[in-house]
């Protein structure tokens, strides 16, 4: 699924000949971007999606993609495996927050 979701990102972009703006700064740029307009939908607004207008809920769900693409397009871009990224990182925080210590608690890791 992910693979095929990189071959769409991948095929929009080469249609509108943007891979040229795409350098690894921009993309992290906007999705740091991206990231803050997600964070607009809740400021002054409920804490919980749940309680979102649906024009919010819409929005929320619109910035996630875009945050989505990015992250797709840059991992692409870097020749990595977002699976087996993220399974790393999964094994890594589980060593840094083992359940024993961390379950229950917002604690950061060097405070557990």
């Known amino acids: 699924m992910i693979d095929d979701l990189q071959d ?3 095929q ?3 249609e509108r000949d943007w891979k040229q703006f795409h350098d ?3 993309m992290a740029i906007a ?3 991206e990231a803050n307009e997600l964070l607009e939908n809740f400021q002054w607004d409920k804490s919980d999606f749940n309680e979102l207008s ?3 809920k819409k929005n ?3 910035e996630l993609a875009d945050i989505m693409i990015y992250l797709l397009e840059f991992y692409d871009s870097i020749d990595e495996d977002i699976e087996e990224n993220v399974l790393k990182k999964l094994d890594h925080n589980g060593e840094k ?3 024993k210590k961390a379950k229950g ?3 950061k890791y060097n405070e557990l």
């Open 8 to 10: 769409k990102i991948n």
């Open 12 to 14: 929009f972009i080469k």
């Open 24 to 26: 690894h700064k921009n």
């Open 31 to 33: 999705i740091s971007v």
């Open 54 to 56: 649906d024009e919010r």
């Open 60 to 62: 929320v769900k619109n």
């Open 97 to 99: 927050y083992p359940v």
């Open 105 to 107: 608690s917002s604690l």
